[in-house]
């Protein structure tokens, strides 16, 4: 149980362009969503938290404009990066918790590259 | 206040061995502490987790040591083998609405034959 799911798992864009990462709990309904950034060889950076049905909320720093998050259901959260830039090539992980609100379970991730 | 600080940042095991890391917390609100596995290009997976309410929790080689006067906990990989070679984070929460949960800077571990 408590598996989830994102797609793609790598993607190549070009500088401009927008990309859009799915993430989805496959066995569970996820009350809440996160949506992490990874650099190589360091930990990982909450972005922002989601809950079904309202308006993402954005960590310090991370620009909701270009951090597009929609929680539109309890199985599915998207994150798109609008206007990409070399600068957000990253990994990027989404989370997803059930109602107990306890145990955070991550997805495979997304490896982003722009060029 | 919300930093968990974790030890070693690396860390190489001879196979058989024991693995420590170590983890120090501030927030004496944090009430939920796992421990997260990740392989390069993976995402984290959970694999231990335990509440302030109780000091010890085992699951098979792995444990979880937690001293809640000292606000420190530590896993201990027991016969510790080259599959388990990953990076480990150690994480805090408070549990409820919207936990957001506080990561360690990460240790990797490399288990040699």
């Known amino acids: 149980g408590a598996v989830v799911s994102q797609h793609p798992s790598w993607v190549i864009c070009k500088s401009g362009t927008s990309v859009k990462i799915e993430c989805r709990s496959l066995d569970f309904q996820a009350t809440t969503m996160f949506w992490y950034r990874q650099f190589p060889k360091q930990s990982l950076m909450l972005m922002a938290t989601?809950?079904?049905?309202?308006?993402?909320?954005?960590e310090q720093g991370v620009e909701k404009d270009k951090f597009l998050i929609n929680h539109a259901s309890l199985t599915l959260s998207t994150l798109t990066v609008t206007s990409a830039h070399p600068e957000d090539s990253s990994f990027y992980i989404c989370?997803?918790?059930?109602?107990?609100?306890?145990?955070?379970?991550f997805g495979p991730g997304t490896r982003l590259l722009v060029l | 206040q919300q930093q968990v600080k974790q030890s070693p940042q690396s860390l190489i095991v001879q196979k058989g061995g024991i693995s420590i890391i170590n983890c120090a917390y501030e927030?004496?609100?944090?009430?939920?502490f796992p421990w997260y596995q990740q392989f390069p290009g993976k995402g984290p997976a959970l694999l231990i987790a335990?509440?302030?309410?109780?000091s010890e929790k085992k699951e098979g080689r792995f444990t979880i040591s937690f001293n809640k006067s000292a606000k420190q906990f530590s896993l201990h990989i027991m016969d510790s083998q080259p599959g388990d070679s990953a990076t480990y984070f150690c994480a805090a929460a408070t549990t409820g609405t919207a936990s957001k949960l506080t990561f360690g800077t990460g240790t990797r571990l490399q288990v040699t034959l």
């Open positions: 989370s997803a918790m059930g109602h107990l609100q306890e145990t955070q379970y």
């Open positions: 927030n004496t609100a944090f009430d939920y």
């Open positions: 989601s809950n079904e049905g309202s308006k993402a909320t954005y």
């Open positions: 335990i509440r302030p309410d109780v």
